[in-house]
């Protein structure tokens, strides 16, 4: 009896992985932050163009509703200067990234296309920053980040297993990059971070 349960979670299993469709996303990023302190003496410092890399997976919920998630590896830029341009200062961040996310998509608009909207969270795992110096106006970062990913784009099937894709979104992070400032200066510094990314790639 045992041995027919196990072998039916294993059928089961494999039923279901049956289902999610495997990819992979290449997406260059423009990657800039929002910044505050208590006096309010700081201000953003411009943004940079970088690139992110990864595997997503999107699993149907029903003929229009995917879950999608992955691993996604997504450098940051963190960068302020105060008003009286004494301090200046930027940082990079790299992150692995789990999206979990849902996807809407439309009829085909035209034959093997479709558009999706897409609206979720993430959850980012900090695995680098810049080795930080007593110089630094920031002694330690915030290890983990979870924004908020608004998307849309199109999909276009090119083969019975194969699909391209194509499509834009927004992350805007709602943790305070900041866990603690050396520099008196920006008391109370906040940076959150902020990515348009290109997203593109192909799924199998």
Same mark, same amino acid.
């Given at each position: 009896?045992?041995?027919?349960?196990? *072998?039916?979670?294993?059928? &089961?299993?494999?039923?279901?992985?049956?289902?999610?469709?495997?990819?992979? %996303?290449?997406? /260059?990023?423009? !990657?800039? +932050?929002?910044?505050?302190?208590?006096? %309010? #003496?700081?201000?953003?410092?411009? *943004?940079?163009?970088?690139?992110?890399?990864?595997?997503? =997976?999107? %699993? /149907?919920?029903?003929? !229009?509703?995917?879950?999608?998630?992955?691993?996604?590896?997504?450098?940051?830029?963190?960068?302020?200067?105060?008003?009286?341009? #004494?301090? $200046?200062?930027?940082?990079?961040?790299?992150?692995?990234?789990?999206?979990?996310?849902?996807?809407?998509? #439309? +009829?085909?608009? =035209?034959?093997?296309?479709?558009?999706?909207?897409?609206?979720?969270? &993430?959850?980012?795992?900090?695995?680098? +920053?810049?080795?930080?110096? #007593?110089?630094?106006?920031?002694?330690?970062?915030?290890?983990?980040?979870? /924004?908020?990913?608004?998307?849309?784009?199109?999909?276009?099937?090119?083969?019975? +297993?194969?699909?391209?894709?194509? @499509?834009?979104?927004?992350?805007? @992070?709602?943790?305070?990059?900041?866990? $603690? =400032?050396?520099? =008196?200066?920006?008391?109370?510094?906040?940076?959150?971070?902020?990515?348009?990314?290109?997203?593109?790639?192909?799924?199998?």
């Amino acid at each position: 009896m045992k041995k027919l349960l196990f *072998s039916l979670l294993i059928l &089961a299993s494999l039923g279901s992985m049956a289902q999610v469709k495997l990819g992979l %996303k290449l997406a /260059p990023v423009v !990657t800039a +932050n929002r910044a505050k302190n208590d006096a %309010k #003496t700081v201000e953003n410092d411009g *943004s940079k163009m970088k690139f992110s890399i990864g595997l997503i =997976a999107d %699993k /149907p919920l029903s003929e !229009t509703y995917f879950l999608s998630s992955g691993l996604i590896y997504l450098p940051k830029r963190m960068a302020f200067q105060n008003a009286d341009g #004494t301090i $200046e200062d930027e940082y990079k961040l790299q992150y692995l990234q789990i999206p979990v996310t849902l996807k809407l998509f #439309t +009829n085909e608009i =035209a034959p093997d296309l479709k558009g999706y909207l897409q609206v979720g969270s &993430a959850l980012e795992i900090m695995v680098f +920053n810049e080795d930080l110096d #007593t110089n630094s106006t920031i002694e330690k970062f915030t290890p983990i980040d979870i /924004p908020v990913i608004l998307g849309a784009g199109i999909e276009f099937r090119a083969g019975i +297993n194969t699909t391209l894709f194509g @499509g834009f979104s927004y992350q805007r @992070g709602l943790v305070n990059a900041v866990n $603690e =400032a050396a520099v =008196a200066e920006v008391e109370g510094l906040q940076l959150r971070s902020t990515v348009f990314s290109i997203d593109l790639g192909v799924k199998f």
